[in-house]
């Protein structure tokens, strides 16, 4: 009967040990993630009044302005730019290229990437241009 007389016991649970590994495994994630940026290339299109939107297209080729050039968010050189022309356009069937040339870079960049897309076999190639501020849609 002495056992029905005690009063039971509270229970005390230490969670210094649990918030510890919590604020360690904070700590851990917070460490080791890598925050991605978007490198490309930093271009400024050049404005028109008159423009035209072109449909979905599966090419888009930037040129920077000192002839950098990216092919959809990849950077391709001028040398190995019909190669990977190429494949691009045998995997997707693309056949419309639009380039986005940087309004400082050289007149010369362009038409050689014209030059090199035409030699490919892109049927149709567009100029990118920003739209100038009175312009309709």
């Known amino acids: 009967m002495a056992d029905e007389s005690r009063e039971p016991q509270e229970v005390e649970l230490n969670l210094t040990p649990m918030i510890d590994c919590v604020f ?13 940026s978007s490198v490309g290339l930093k271009i400024e299109l050049p ?19 000192e002839g950098a050039m990216e092919l959809n968010g990849r950077v391709v050189t001028k040398s190995s730019l019909a190669g990977v022309l190429m494949g691009v356009k045998r ?3 693309a056949v419309t290229l639009i380039i986005k040339a940087d309004r400082a870079s050289r007149h010369e960049h362009t038409l050689d990437v ?7 076999g892109i049927e149709t190639i567009s100029l990118a241009v920003e739209k ?5 849609e």
Do not use: P
């Open 114 to 120: 014209m030059e090199i897309a035409k030699g490919v």
């Open 47 to 65: 404005k028109a009044e008159h423009w035209q939107k072109i449909g979905e297209t599966k090419l888009s080729l930037s040129v920077g302005e």
């Open 132 to 136: 100038s501020g009175d312009a309709d």
């Open 91 to 93: 995997s997707s069937g």
């Open 24 to 36: 360690l495994l904070l700590i851990f994630f917070m460490v080791t993630t890598v925050f991605t």
